[in-house]
């Protein structure tokens, strides 16, 4: 009996070791990955036409190589037609691209050296294999983000001189009240009155979506612009207020559902296109709910909705995610000015990191989409430092559809 008994508790001793060690499983199921030859990803962008490259940080000096030399491959050998920039304005990007409208309504100085105007990206050093194949292929861009101050004016200014060639237009936008709301919201500072003027200012904008849509000088581009509009609206007002885990919860999904629009928008005028999207892992997670927040109390990862999650719903299978992570080295973006701190990365343990970094390799690839397939892995949590390197719990093999590993990162470095 007693024989039995220690049998049978050490056989639970090491069901829970197992349990325990998922991330030793997982880390013998990395593939060593020679970085000068990025064929490795052939079989899992198959039949995609939106592939999303994340990175753990956005000061991740050596991800910036991996990635832009992932971008020249998927352009030059996979038949990629389309880049999409986190951090780069809707309306910019659409000028920058040969927008027809735009033609000679921007200053022609936006186009000067204008990947290097990309922040935090551009001033890096580790880029220039992006800017290469951005400035040298016939490769289509698009603007992620919503308007800046000035963007958003000039927005508001080419839609009501879009609306103006319409001889037919029945004047439903009061476009003198608009203008002076969107001083109220824009530039005045934020009081209790504050949030009925963007109810108005949104409201306006509803019917200036309206008009467009009836008018005879309707296109998608200008309606986009208005949804734009409206957006950065909302961003504006609510990033204003107090930073509580509502409030930015708030500005997150709106943030990231817009972008997915402006994709989604994108991807409808052009079905053909196969588009490359750059961007935090974070906003890459299809399923960010399935990671538990480990820092302020309130704040979770369940009330919020990103990027890649809105994509999905869209385009299914369609939609391929790689998150980029690191074991050990620094990141820090490429700014040298106070206020960009450098940090260093550090493999906590029992850390997916840690495991991984006990492999000897330096580069690597694991396919999470077909780990959690198996009933072995599926529903395994386990702790990684894939967003911003802070360890936290989660199920991460449905968070995202591949993991490249690069052991040792470095500071992504400003250019000369």
Known sequence: MKVEFICFFACALALVGCKDKVTTAIAKQMVEVNVNEMSFIDDFIENKDIVILGEAS???????????????????EKGFTTFAFESRDFLEIAYIGGNSFLKDRLEESLKEDWVRQWSPWGPAQEIQGL?????????????????????ELLALKLIKEKLAED???????????????HATIFEEPYDADTAEDLK????ILQDVYKEVLRSEVYDPFTLQLVENAS????????????????????????????????????????????IIVWMANFHGAKELSAVTFEGEEDYSYENQK???????????????????????????MPYDFEGVEETIIVSPKNSLEEELALKGMDYGYIDFKALRNQKRYNQQRFHSILLGYHNQEGNWLNVFDGLFYIKRNDRANPIE
Do not use: C
Request: glycine residues 4%; hydrophobic residues 35%; charged residues 25%.
């Open 231 to 274: 957006t950065s609206a909302e961003l504006n007002y609510y990033s204003s207020l107090e930073a509580n885990p509502t409030n930015l919860n708030k500005v997150i999904t709106l943030r990231d559902l817009q972008m997915s629009k402006n994709l989604v928008w994108y991807k409808e005028q052009h079905p053909e296109a196969k």
């Open 200 to 203: 108005s200012y949104v409201s």
């Open 306 to 332: 990103v990027f890649a999650e809105f994509v999905t719903e869209k385009y299914k299978d369609n939609v391929f995610s790689l998150a980029f992570t690191s074991s050990e080295g620094k990141s820090k």
């Open 58 to 76: 956005h000061g991740d000096g050596r991800t910036f190589e991996i990635k832009s030399d992932l971008v020249k491959y998927l352009v030059e």
């Open 167 to 181: 001889k037919h237009a029945i004047g439903l936008v009061d476009w003198r009240l608009l203008d002076e709301l």
């Open 131 to 151: 800017v290469d194949v951005l400035t040298t292929k016939a490769i289509r861009p698009i603007g992620l983000e919503t308007y800046s101050y000035t963007s």
